[in-house]
Every structure is written in C-alpha cells, then in structure tokens.
C-alpha cells in the first residue's frame, strides 16, 4: 500500500489543521490506519487509530477532545482534523496502513511524513 500525506503547514496556537492520508494499491488488505508524530528530540508517539469502516478509534491522552480521525472509504483516504492546536504538537506526522497479506503475514506501510508547526 502506498500512502501520500498532505495538509501540514504553518498555524497560530489556537487553530486548526486537516492532515489527508490518501492510500493506493491494495487498500482491500488494509485493517487499520493511523497517525504518529514525532518532534525533535524526542520519541515517535502515536497520536490516533481507525479500524476499517471507522468503527473503533483511539487517541493519545494528549490530543484527546481536540484531534478527530476518520475515514472516506469511497476515496481510500484518512484524516486527521486537528482543532485548538498548541505549540507542542508541533512535529512531523506520519500516517501508516496495517494489514493482512495472508493468514500469518502482516504489514505496516508509512507515509512520507508532513510537518505541522504551531506558533505561540
């Protein structure tokens, strides 16, 4: 599976970015799709998951209430709505793709990554 990101930029503390996350190839095999990020310095944290069709999500305690992921699954692509940004989420985010190739054999795909930079 490949996976495109797009939608990162500059923002003001207090406001709001849409991360897309468009999938190609195989998407019959994906399971999940999710979103980490990572800021200089500091370890890769995962922000949010979907399961196929949207039925379960999670989130990081840190971007609870404020981060919505979804899924279009007519255009094989994931968001990332991220609402009252604040300069710590400041990072590179990254989506993944995980999947079944067959009984026993799984994959994990990434995206090339997208900087989100918030200003205090």
């Known amino acids: 599976v490949q996976l495109v990101e797009s939608g990162g930029g500059l923002v003001q503390a207090g406001g709001s970015l849409r991360l897309s996350c468009a999938a190609s190839?195989?998407?019959?095999?994906?399971?999940?799709m999710g979103w980490y990020r990572q800021a200089p310095g500091k370890r890769r944290e995962l922000v949010a998951t979907?399961?196929?069709?949207?039925?379960?999500?999670t989130y990081a305690d840190s971007v609870k209430g404020r981060f919505t992921v979804s899924t279009d699954n007519a255009k094989n692509t994931m968001y990332l709505q991220m609402n009252s940004l604040k300069p710590e989420d400041t990072a590179v985010y990254y989506c993944?793709?995980?999947?079944?190739?067959?009984?026993?054999?799984?994959?994990?795909?990434w995206g090339q990554g997208t900087q989100v930079t918030v200003s205090s």
């Open positions: 979907i399961t196929r069709g949207g039925g379960s999500t």
């Open positions: 993944y793709a995980a999947g079944t190739v067959s009984p026993g054999l799984g994959y994990k795909d």
């Open positions: 190839g195989s998407t019959f095999s994906i399971n999940a």
